[in-house]
Each structure stands twice: as C-alpha cells, then as structure tokens.
C-alpha cells in the first residue's frame, strides 16, 4: 500500500513540461531506475505502508555566479538533504519504508524574479520519479 505523505515545497506540487532555463544551466533528466540517484531506496519490504519524501530545497550556493539548477551530484546539495532526512523523515521509520528520490533544484535567488521555467525542473523531477515504475 503506498501512503503519500510528502513533505515538499510548493513548486515541486505542480505539473508541467520544462523549456529552457534561462542561464542556460544543462537540464538532466534524472534517471531514477539508478539507485545512486535516491537518498533513500528500501532494498526491502518491511512495513505495509510507504512514504515518498520530498525534502525541501536544499542547494544554496555561496557564490552569486553559481547555476540557478543544482546538478545531481552538488555536494552541498546531497548534505542538505541527507541532514533533512535525518531530522524529518526517519519520524516514519518505525512504521513505513521511506524513499527519497536526489533531484536537481533551483537556486534559492531563482524565487526572488520571475523564473516559472527553472520551477518546472523540480516539477519535472517528481513526475519522473513516479514514471521510474520502482513505487507500485
């Protein structure tokens, strides 16, 4: 059975498809068939019920030049994440097998001008994660 409780920002609630970003930043589409591509991915079974946790936005760069999108494998953006986890979603542990799917995201300034197509990035990402045919 797959209980949905999620845990995300409001952009990433939406759906869409993604145009070019405007810093010309390499949108990726995610594969998440690959298991380096989860934060958390249950080998197992152990529970009746499943959570799926969007962390919120976790990359902010320090230097201004910095992309507007995170890339998969941004360091800074793989801590926050692993450091939301563990302070938010093993609440669920006990009574859920939790996945968390990496994703690529948008830079915190992307939400202080008008950028709705770096938002459908993180859109986008869910829409793959439930496509990736690993959840039912």
Not at 69 to 86: K, N, P, W
């Amino acid at each position: 059975m797959l209980l949905p409780i999620m845990l995300c920002t409001a952009a990433v609630c939406g759906t869409s498809s993604a145009g070019p970003p405007l810093d010309g930043t390499s949108i990726n589409k995610t594969v998440y068939s690959d298991a380096n591509n989860w934060l958390s991915l249950p080998a197992q079974n152990r529970h009746e019920a499943d959570v799926i946790f969007f962390y919120p936005t976790t990359y902010s760069p320090e230097s201004p030049d910095a992309p507007l999108i995170s890339t998969l494998d941004d360091e800074g953006m793989r801590a926050g994440a692993q450091h939301v986890f563990r302070t938010q979603a093993t609440a669920f542990e006990t009574c859920a097998d939790i996945y968390a799917p990496y994703y690529q995201q948008v830079n915190f300034t992307a939400f202080e001008g008008a950028h709705e197509e770096l938002m459908e990035i993180e859109r986008g990402a869910v829409e793959r994660i439930f496509g990736a045919g690993l959840l039912f």
